[in-house]
């Protein structure tokens, strides 16, 4: 008895949907605007923790002395 074959395409993921849904409703130029504005989102999202972390570290400093 042989075994069942092997799948060769992966299932597409929710966010590949997305991104398909995303190419038929947006042209390229609004694509690449929203992609740009999503990285400035979680660039900031990245320095506002760290403002927060270095602000743990002063304080922690400063109740030491």
């Known amino acids: ?3 069942a074959p092997v799948r060769a395409t ?3 993921t929710v966010t ?3 991104r398909a849904v995303e190419s038929l409703l947006m042209s390229g130029g609004q694509r ?3 992609r ?5 989102v979680l660039e900031d999202r ?4 760290d ?3 270095a602000q743990r570290v002063l304080e922690a400093v400063a109740s030491e002395g």
């Open 36 to 40: 740009n504005a999503w990285t400035s």
């Open 16 to 18: 590949d949907a997305l």
């Open 32 to 34: 690449h605007a929203r």
């Open 1 to 3: 008895m042989q075994a």
């Open 51 to 53: 403002r927060v972390e």
């Open 10 to 12: 992966a299932i597409p």
């Open 46 to 49: 990245r320095r506002a923790k």
